[in-house]
């Protein structure tokens, strides 16, 4: 459990939060060259150039959301997280963590699964795969949640990710 702090969100951790965001993107976006790669390969047909250089690009990326989030999670148990809004809801709070906590069980299963299917159990694919949707929905509740914070609450809460300590 991370230790509670009266401010917000380290630079640092702010920092590595959007990478971490910009990076999950480019493997949502991007990711579908990994599966087109695998099925021509299978087929004994060429893989298309900009697929394989995509498919390459994807993995190595995973690696590297491993990485940011293994020093993220670290910064987190370190600094602690800002302590909720005045007057949240306990349900809200229950909530809040609940999807901070999927959120890194994502960021560590998919690609150590992806890892997995690539390396070694083609069928670990398969639980990667689903990573997909999961994030997107998250991302969207994630989102919203920041969204009715700043815009309804008015609460300040999307500063925390935006600004160092506030």
């Known amino acids: 459990m991370t230790r509670p702090v009266s401010g917000g969100y380290s630079a640092a951790q702010i920092s590595l939060h959007w990478l971490i965001v910009v990076l999950v993107f480019f493997q949502l976006i991007f990711g579908e060259s990994m599966s087109t790669s695998f ?3 299978s087929r004994g047909t060429a893989v298309d150039p900009a697929d394989a250089t995509l498919a390459t690009a994807h993995l190595w990326v995973g690696f590297a959301i491993l990485a940011l989030v293994v020093i993220r999670l670290a910064l987190r148990l370190r600094d602690g997280a800002p302590l909720p809004p005045a ?4 349900a809200l709070v229950l909530a809040a963590k ?3 906590a999927l959120f890194y069980i994502l960021l560590f299963v998919v690609p150590i699964s992806g890892i997995v299917a690539y390396y070694w159990v083609p069928a670990a694919g398969e639980v990667h795969e689903l990573g997909k949707p999961a ?12 969204l009715w914070h700043q815009f309804w609450l008015r609460d300040g809460l999307l500063m ?3 600004k160092p300590g506030a």
Do not use: C, D, K
Request: hydrophobic share 65%.
């Open 87 to 90: 007057g949240e809801s306990p």
């Open 39 to 41: 099925r021509a390969a």
């Open 98 to 100: 609940a999807t901070h």
């Open 135 to 146: 994030f997107i929905i998250l991302i969207v509740l994630h989102v919203a949640a920041a």
């Open 160 to 162: 925390r990710m935006l």
